[in-house]
Structures are given as structure tokens and as C-alpha cells.
Nanobody, 115 residues
């Protein structure tokens, strides 16, 4: 069984930075795809950033140039560096791993951007 645990969320002022981490535990041979999603109150869960096993990345237009996704395959970990945070970045952030065609999700970590 694969379990994902996120960390790094919190309260930050506009313009500030946070770094999220998500580590997978369990029997894992290869993680095909890693991604970060977010869900604000009353809204759907949307993709923020994704990264393939070959380190190809894609980002939501709203975070391009501000957020950076990276992965450490040896540690089964994905990171999301978030800079120049805006009020509208406030949401619960979830990581998602695709392992041998199956989806696994973390429990979510709250990011609140407020002055």
C-alpha cells in the first residue's frame, strides 16, 4: 500500500514563499507521474503543476513563473516551491502520484495567503 504525506503548508503574507513536500511510503518501484493540485472553498480541485519521470513539467497558467515543481526519485518525494504568493493561491494543496497506472493522493495541506 502506498501512502503519501504532505508537509510545508501554512500562513504566509502576499509576496511570500512556501515550499511543499510530499513523500511516498510503501512498496514503490517506479513513480510515473507526480503532481500538485489545489482546491479552494467552493471550487473544483485543479492541477497546479506536474512532473514526469523524465522531469518534464507542466504548470497551470496562473502559477507559471512563480511556482516550481521538482522531484527526488531516490527519496520518492516531490516538491513545490511557491514564490510571490497571492491571495488567490489560498487553498488546500494535494499531491498525487501515479504508480503503475494507479492514482494515490495525499491528505492535503492548507496554504493560506493573507495580510
Amino acid at each position: 500500500q502506498v501512502q503519501l504525506v504532505e508537509s510545508g503548508g501554512g500562513l504566509v503574507q502576499p509576496g511570500g514563499s512556501l515550499r511543499l513536500s510530499c513523500v511516498a511510503s510503501g512498496t514503490i518501484f517506479t513513480i510515473d507521474h507526480m503532481g500538485w493540485y489545489r482546491q479552494a472553498p467552493g471550487k473544483e480541485r485543479d492541477l497546479v503543476a506536474g512532473i514526469t519521470r523524465g522531469a518534464g513539467t507542466n504548470y497551470a497558467d496562473s502559477v507559471k513563473g512563480r511556482f516550481t515543481i521538482s522531484r527526488d526519485n531516490a527519496k520518492n518525494t516531490v516538491y513545490l516551491q511557491m514564490n510571490s504568493l497571492k491571495l488567490e493561491d489560498t487553498a488546500v494543496y494535494y499531491c498525487r502520484f501515479v504508480v503503475v497506472g494507479r492514482d494515490y493522493w495525499g491528505q492535503g495541506t492548507q496554504v493560506t495567503v493573507s495580510s
